[in-house]
C-alpha cells in the first residue's frame, strides 16, 4: 500500500466516525428522529388565558381576576412562537374576558393564522362585548368562536352571575353572525347546582353549535375554592357526578354534546396565563410552571402536571379548522334564528 493510498484510507475511516458522531449528537437528522422525539410532550393545543379580567362574575368562575396583567404583545408572541415550534397546532384564546382587549386579540390572531401558520385559532368568551364588525374584519383568522352560556332562563344566568339579563339575546345574535360569516360556532356549559335539570334541548336544536362542551363545575382552592385569599367560593354550585350525568342524559340525543366531568377535565387543558406560565392542575390548585420567557418549552411542560392521554380521550383532537360556508345552507340556517 502506498503512503497516499494509506492517508485516504485514514481520512475515509475518520469521517465515517464523525459522521456516526453527528448522527448520535443530532438525533433529528436521523431515521429514528421519532424515536427521539417520542420522550417529550407536543404541545398540540393550548389555552392561552392572557387575561384574568372580566366583566362579568361568574360565581363558579375558576380563573379569578388575581391580577390585571397581560403580557407585551412581543413577549406574548416571543412564546407562541416557541410553542409553535415545538408542534403547537392549535390556539385557544381565553381570559378573563378575550374581547377587553380587541386590538390585542385581533393582533394575536393575526400572527397566530398569517406567521405561525396554526391549524386553528378560537376564541372562547363570555359573548357580552362582541362586535359583528369586529367580527366581519377578523374571520379570516378566526376558525371556532366559544360562547359560554349556562342557562336560557335569566334568571338563572344572573344568579350565577353571567350579566345582568341580555346573555341569552347576545348568544342567539353571536351564533348568527357565526352562521353569517362562516366562522365555526361552539358553546360551553358549566353543569352546576343551578342548572343540572335544565332542558336545553330547543335552543341546541336552534343555536346549531358544531360542538357542545358541558362541563362539571369544577372546585380549585387557589382560584374558587372559597378560601381566603381567594375571589369566588365556588361550593355553593357543586353538584355529584350522578347529577352531572343525569343533565347530560336529558341532552344525549344532541349529536355535538361533549361531556367533561371534573376527572376528564381537571390534567387534560394546557394552560398557558398571562405570565406566559402553564398552570398545573393536577392538586386541585393551579401551581405555575416557570415562564416560557425563561426557560424552554420542554422544561415548562414537564412543570405543567398536563396529561397528554387524557388530552386525546377526551377528544382534544377533532376537525378544528373551519370550512368554507355553503350560502344556500346557510340562508335556510339563518331562519331558525328568527325566535
Ligand atoms: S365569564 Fe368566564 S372569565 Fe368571566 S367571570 Fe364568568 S367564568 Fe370567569
Same mark, same amino acid.
Given at each position: 500500500?502506498?503512503?497516499?493510498?494509506?492517508?485516504?484510507?485514514?481520512?475515509?475511516?475518520?469521517?465515517?466516525?464523525?459522521?456516526?458522531?453527528?448522527?448520535? @449528537? %443530532?438525533?433529528?437528522?436521523?431515521?429514528?428522529?421519532?424515536?427521539?422525539?417520542?420522550?417529550? @410532550?407536543?404541545?398540540?393545543?393550548?389555552?392561552? %388565558?392572557?387575561?384574568?379580567?372580566?366583566?362579568?362574575? /361568574?360565581?363558579?368562575?375558576?380563573?379569578?381576576?388575581?391580577?390585571?396583567?397581560?403580557?407585551?404583545?412581543?413577549?406574548?408572541?416571543?412564546?407562541?412562537?416557541?410553542?409553535?415550534?415545538?408542534?403547537?397546532?392549535?390556539?385557544?384564546?381565553?381570559?378573563?374576558?378575550?374581547?377587553?382587549?380587541?386590538?390585542?386579540?385581533?393582533?394575536?390572531?393575526?400572527?397566530?393564522?398569517?406567521?405561525?401558520?396554526?391549524?386553528?385559532?378560537?376564541?372562547?368568551?363570555?359573548?357580552?362585548?362582541?362586535?359583528?364588525?369586529? +367580527?366581519? @374584519?377578523?374571520?379570516?383568522?378566526?376558525?371556532?368562536?366559544?360562547?359560554? =352560556?349556562?342557562?336560557?332562563?335569566?334568571?338563572?344566568?344572573?344568579?350565577?352571575?353571567?350579566?345582568?339579563?341580555?346573555?341569552?339575546?347576545?348568544?342567539?345574535?353571536?351564533?348568527?353572525?357565526?352562521?353569517?360569516?362562516?366562522?365555526?360556532?361552539?358553546?360551553?356549559?358549566?353543569?352546576?347546582?343551578?342548572?343540572?335539570?335544565?332542558?336545553?334541548?330547543? %335552543?341546541?336544536?336552534?343555536?346549531?353549535?358544531?360542538?357542545?362542551?358541558?362541563?362539571?363545575?369544577?372546585?380549585?382552592?387557589?382560584?374558587?375554592?372559597?378560601?381566603?385569599?381567594?375571589?369566588?367560593?365556588?361550593?355553593?354550585?357543586?353538584?355529584?357526578?350522578?347529577?352531572?350525568?343525569?343533565?347530560?342524559?336529558? %341532552?344525549?340525543?344532541?349529536?355535538?354534546?361533549? @361531556?367533561?366531568?371534573?376527572?376528564?377535565?381537571?390534567?387534560?387543558?394546557?394552560?398557558?396565563?398571562?405570565?406566559?406560565?402553564?398552570?398545573? /392542575?393536577?392538586?386541585?390548585?393551579?401551581?405555575?410552571?416557570?415562564?416560557?420567557?425563561?426557560?424552554?418549552?420542554?422544561?415548562? +411542560?414537564?412543570?405543567?402536571?398536563?396529561?397528554?392521554?387524557?388530552?386525546?380521550?377526551?377528544?382534544?383532537?377533532?376537525?378544528?379548522?373551519?370550512?368554507?360556508?355553503?350560502? =344556500?345552507?346557510?340562508?335556510?340556517?339563518?331562519?331558525?334564528?328568527?325566535?
Amino acid at each position: 500500500m502506498t503512503e497516499v493510498s494509506y492517508i485516504l484510507i485514514s481520512l475515509f475511516v475518520c469521517y465515517v466516525i464523525h459522521a456516526l458522531l453527528n448522527i448520535y @449528537k %443530532h438525533p433529528k437528522h436521523t431515521n429514528s428522529n421519532h424515536v427521539f422525539e417520542k420522550k417529550n @410532550k407536543i404541545p398540540i393545543s393550548v389555552n392561552f %388565558h392572557f387575561t384574568r379580567k372580566c366583566n362579568y362574575e /361568574c360565581g363558579f368562575c375558576f380563573h379569578t381576576a388575581k391580577s390585571s396583567d397581560i403580557p407585551t404583545i412581543e413577549n406574548a408572541k416571543q412564546a407562541l412562537r416557541k410553542l409553535s415550534e415545538s408542534g403547537m397546532k392549535k390556539i385557544n384564546f381565553a381570559g378573563g374576558e378575550p374581547f377587553l382587549y380587541p386590538k390585542y386579540l385581533a393582533d394575536l390572531m393575526n400572527f397566530c393564522k398569517n406567521e405561525l401558520k396554526l391549524e386553528s385559532v378560537s376564541i372562547v368568551s363570555n359573548g357580552s362585548k362582541i362586535k359583528r364588525t369586529w +367580527l366581519q @374584519k377578523n374571520r379570516d383568522n378566526l376558525d371556532i368562536l366559544a360562547i359560554s =352560556c349556562d342557562s336560557f332562563n335569566e334568571e338563572t344566568n344572573i344568579e350565577i352571575g353571567r350579566g345582568l339579563g341580555q346573555h341569552t339575546e347576545n348568544l342567539y345574535e353571536i351564533a348568527k353572525w357565526c352562521h353569517q360569516l362562516g366562522i365555526k360556532f361552539k358553546l360551553n356549559t358549566v353543569v352546576n347546582s343551578l342548572n343540572w335539570d335544565e332542558d336545553m334541548n330547543k %335552543h341546541i336544536e336552534i343555536l346549531a353549535p358544531f360542538r357542545w362542551k358541558c362541563f362539571q363545575v369544577l372546585i380549585l382552592e387557589n382560584e374558587n375554592g372559597g378560601l381566603e385569599g381567594t375571589l369566588r367560593d365556588a361550593r355553593r354550585f357543586e353538584i355529584s357526578k350522578e347529577k352531572f350525568e343525569a343533565f347530560v342524559k336529558t %341532552h344525549e340525543n344532541q349529536k355535538s354534546l361533549v @361531556k367533561e366531568p371534573n376527572d376528564v377535565m381537571k390534567n387534560s387543558y394546557l394552560i398557558l396565563d398571562e405570565k406566559l406560565r402553564f398552570l398545573n /392542575c393536577t392538586e386541585s390548585n393551579k401551581v405555575p410552571s416557570e415562564s416560557l420567557l425563561d426557560v424552554d418549552v420542554d422544561t415548562a +411542560l414537564h412543570q405543567a402536571g398536563w396529561d397528554e392521554n387524557a388530552f386525546l380521550q377526551r377528544q382534544g383532537i377533532y376537525n378544528w379548522s373551519k370550512t368554507p360556508t355553503n350560502s =344556500c345552507t346557510e340562508a335556510n340556517d339563518l331562519k331558525k334564528f328568527d325566535w
